[in-house]
């Protein structure tokens, strides 16, 4: 089956400091997502993002789909970014994701 | 926004124990998704169901079974708990996950 992976697996960060989280994915898919886990275990849709670059606020998020990789960048980052951060993939319309191991993310004030 | 609601956020069973999980969404969702998380695995997809009575296998239903009766409402249920199924339990509908069950077989 299709492969995701994520690196780095773990990133820490003072507070204001710039990062780029990678998803690399081993075949096509119909869609990709990032998701953000919070401290307390809630998953929070990030981006719907199968190809281009999409926008919101500080986060931006780019996918090469012919090379297949995805990327997630947070700007000046703040304590309340730190949690896991997950990419998922999708193959045909179905809903179902297969999901990469993730990036924990702690920033430090 | 569809709302995702399961209906424990701390269990604690024993090992042997018939357990279930409830996930219940507010809308008229028809794909139904449970997924495990364990530490360094990432998220692992169990069972999932694209319409009432409906289930599929997903890459780790061994232990598992899962029952939809009704549209809104997907259980997921471990026969027979055991220590190894002590893990977080997350539902999805579409693409928005409940809140989860943290569950302990002790």
């Known amino acids: 089956g299709i492969q995701v992976e994520q690196s780095p697996p773990d990133l820490i960060l003072q507070e204001g400091a710039n990062s780029t989280l990678r998803c690399n994915f081993s075949?096509?898919?119909?869609?990709l997502q990032w998701f953000h886990q919070n401290p307390w275990g809630q998953l929070i849709n990030l981006f719907y993002?199968?190809?281009g670059t999409k926008q919101n606020g500080r986060l931006s998020a780019t996918t090469v789909a012919t090379e297949r990789y995805s990327l997630l960048y947070i700007s000046s980052s703040q304590t309340t970014d730190s949690g896991v951060y997950f990419c998922a993939v999708e193959r045909g319309a179905t809903n179902k994701l297969i999901f990469g191991t993730g990036t924990l993310l702690a920033v430090q004030p | 926004d569809v709302k995702v609601t399961q209906s424990s956020r701390y269990l604690v069973k024993r090992t042997g124990e018939k357990v279930f999980l409830e996930c219940v969404q507010d809308?008229?969702?028809?794909?139904m998704f449970w997924y495990r998380q364990d530490p360094g695995l990432g998220l692992r997809l169990i069972y999932f169901s694209y319409d009432v009575k409906m289930k599929e296998k997903g890459d780790i239903p061994e232990g598992y079974s899962v029952s939809r009766e009704k549209k809104e409402r997907f259980s997921l249920i471990l026969e027979s708990a055991s220590t190894n199924q002590t893990s977080m339990y997350l539902c999805v509908v579409g693409y928005t996950f409940g809140s989860g069950t943290r569950l302990t077989v002790v």
């Open positions: 809308m008229d969702h028809e794909n």
């Open positions: 993002i199968p190809s």
């Open positions: 075949d096509s898919v119909n869609n």
